[in-house]
Nanobody
Framework: QVQLAESGGDSVQAGGSLRLSCTAS?????MGWFRQAPGKAREAVAG??????YSADSVKGRFTISQDNAKKTLYLEMVSLKPEDTAMYYC????????????????????WGQGTQVTVSS
């Protein structure tokens, strides 16, 4: 059974930084980070396929996704955090489409973690 475990969420002040990690029980070449704030729809934050990355316009220049295949770990480096970044962050793997960018844009993944909470105060 595939398992994804996120960690690194915390409460920080605006302008602060955090690094989220997602450790997987298996290796995946296409993975993504998503977030969902209370009362809002899930949002695709960043995705990765080998050396190609995708990111939402709202986080471009502030969030960086990376992957350590040897450790089966996905990272999300977040800087210049804003209150609107407050959400539960989830990692996902096992794209249902051979097009990773499409799977990421649609949130079309088989496996999801339980999430880690990021709270940014002003």
């Amino acid at each position: 059974q595939v398992q994804l475990a996120e960690s690194g969420g915390d409460s920080v002040q605006a302008g602060g930084s955090l690094r989220l990690s997602c450790t997987a029980s298996s290796s995946f070449i296409c993975m993504g980070w998503f977030r969902q704030a209370p009362g809002k729809a899930r949002e695709a934050v960043a995705g990765i396929l080998h050396s190609t990355t995708y990111s939402a316009d709202s986080v471009k220049g502030r969030f960086t996704i990376s992957q350590d295949n040897a450790k089966k770990t996905l990272y999300l480096e977040m800087v210049s955090l804003k209150p609107e970044d407050t959400a539960m962050y989830y990692c996902a793997a096992g794209a249902k489409s051979i097009d990773c960018s499409l799977a990421w844009a649609r949130g079309d993944f088989r496996y999801w973690g339980q999430g880690t909470q990021v709270t940014v105060s002003s």
